[in-house]
């Protein structure tokens, strides 16, 4: 028997920090923002990390959309509670806490943020980001980001910048819906160009990966993927969320949501599928083609409804226009 395992090529930030010693954070009461994809190329927690850690003091865990262990569904109302595993009190940055309180920071010295994105603006985790930094500023705490590899790449720019009167916890900041940082970068940005509220600026540590390079999408860095949500079950959905997620907002049309093929299909009922996959293949748009589909969502709003539509197949990410297919 063959275990397939790909050697990592890069080291996130929690694994340079521990090579370093967990040199600042020695003596210090941190706080974390994480969630389940805060691990190591091991899948170790950043928590338990944390925890174990000679020297470090773990003393908050705060929760973005989903909980600090994934124990919520997208949406879902997250409660304050207490870490099951090592009994450290857990903050909710989700509901009608989304930024940390001074109560929540008090006995803190520093402040970490370790969570995989997906690189596309409408995405909660990194709104949270931003205003975990606005709390450090307000309380003079450093804010220590562990960076993590871009899904999408460091290079893929796309879509528009929101306008100021349409910002929103999905759409924060004036940056291109698909941005091409890696969450390290775009706390720099937000810091340095004063982007956070009221021109607010912390305190700011990035923690760099070894080994990622601007070109690389996430397959090739290595790393296991964990699921940044439970509709992102794979690094491929990332390029899928793009380009097909605004319109399945819309409610015009299912984007495979509540089926096994999230953000890959545009389906309808009203749909003749073969049709549109011979029209959408006739526009020869670069690196994707269109297979006519027909399925049942298993939850959601067309549950049990038979939907039909095309399925995106990417055959080459690099030269697709992901915003442009919907």
Known sequence: CTTLYTQ??????????????????QGKRVGLVTNPTGVDSRLNSTIDILYAAPGVKLAALFG??????????AGDKVESTTDSRTGIPVYSLYGKTPRPTPE????????????????CRSYTYITTMSLAMEAAAQQKIPFVVLDRPNP??????????????????????????????????????????????????????????????RTMVFPETGLPWVPTSPHVPRDVTSLHYVSTGILGELGVISEGVGYTLPFETFAAEWIDPAPLAERMNALNLMGVIFRPITYKPFYGRSTGKTLKGVQVHLLDPSAVNLMAIQ
Request: hydrophobic share 40%; charged share 25%.
């Open 8 to 25: 990592p090529v890069v080291k996130t930030g929690i694994e340079v920090l521990r090579e370093r010693g967990f040199d600042i954070l």
């Open 64 to 73: 973005p959309e989903h909980g600090v262990r994934g124990d919520f569904a």
């Open 104 to 119: 929540m920071l008090a006995g803190v010295d520093v402040l970490i943020y370790d969570i995989q994105d997906i690189g």
């Open 152 to 213: 999408l790449g460091g290079i893929r720019m796309e879509g528009n910048i929101v306008e100021k009167p349409f910002t929103s916890f999905v759409s924060m900041f004036p940056i291109p819906y698909v941005y091409g940082l890696t969450c390290g970068e775009l706390a720099r940005l937000l810091n340095e160009e004063r982007m956070l509220t009221d021109g607010a600026s912390c305190k700011l540590t990035v923690v760099p990966m070894k080994g990622w390079k």
